[in-house]
């Protein structure tokens, strides 16, 4: 179900089967009661998405706000994308360590990690990772690889 138009969160859970929902909702909680100040969620390119508020840095090349962190129930599978996970080979290979740590099979790609089942989830590791960049960091990252 990639590319939902719902106005609001809650709407695009309700959009979703009762057993996708049941996961995304899992993540969108785990995630909101991780994430750092200064971050606001929304619906935005057709997922729940975790933002720098353009009020608060508008300095974006797209006019768009940074996103943090996406979740969005694909097709065959449920992702999360990390954005502050991709911003840093550092933080990507610790996510890796971590996860395997933890004993769960991780399935990523450069910023998306894909889940079919809860069980898939590392959920100390993703709170962990979710509330590791303040937004100031997070707005010196970005500010740090546009001057690349």
């Known amino acids: 179900m990639a590319g ?11 959009e979703l089967p009762t ?5 995304v909702s899992r993540l969108r909680d785990l995630v909101n009661a991780n994430l750092p100040d200064g971050y606001v969620e929304r619906m935005s390119w057709g997922m729940i998405s975790w933002e ?18 996406g979740l969005a129930a694909q097709k065959n599978y449920t992702a999360l994308y ?16 971590r996860w395997a740590s933890a004993g769960r099979k991780l399935d990523m790609g450069k910023s998306c990690l894909r889940f079919k089942r809860a069980e898939d989830v590392a959920e100390e590791v993703l709170a962990e990772t979710i509330r590791s960049i303040p937004v100031d960091r997070f707005i ?6 546009r001057a690349r």
């Not at 939902?4 to 309700?14: H, I, M, Q, R, V």
């Open 52 to 69: 720098v508020p353009t009020e608060r840095y508008p300095d974006t090349y797209n006019g768009q706000p940074l996103v943090y962190a």
């Open 4 to 14: 939902s138009k719902a106005p609001t969160p809650e709407a695009y859970l309700d």
């Open 19 to 23: 057993e996708r929902a049941a996961l």
């Open 140 to 145: 010196a990252e970005h500010e740090a690889g």
């Open 82 to 97: 990390l954005n502050c996970v991709y911003a840093s080979e550092e933080r990507t290979e610790r996510l890796k360590a």
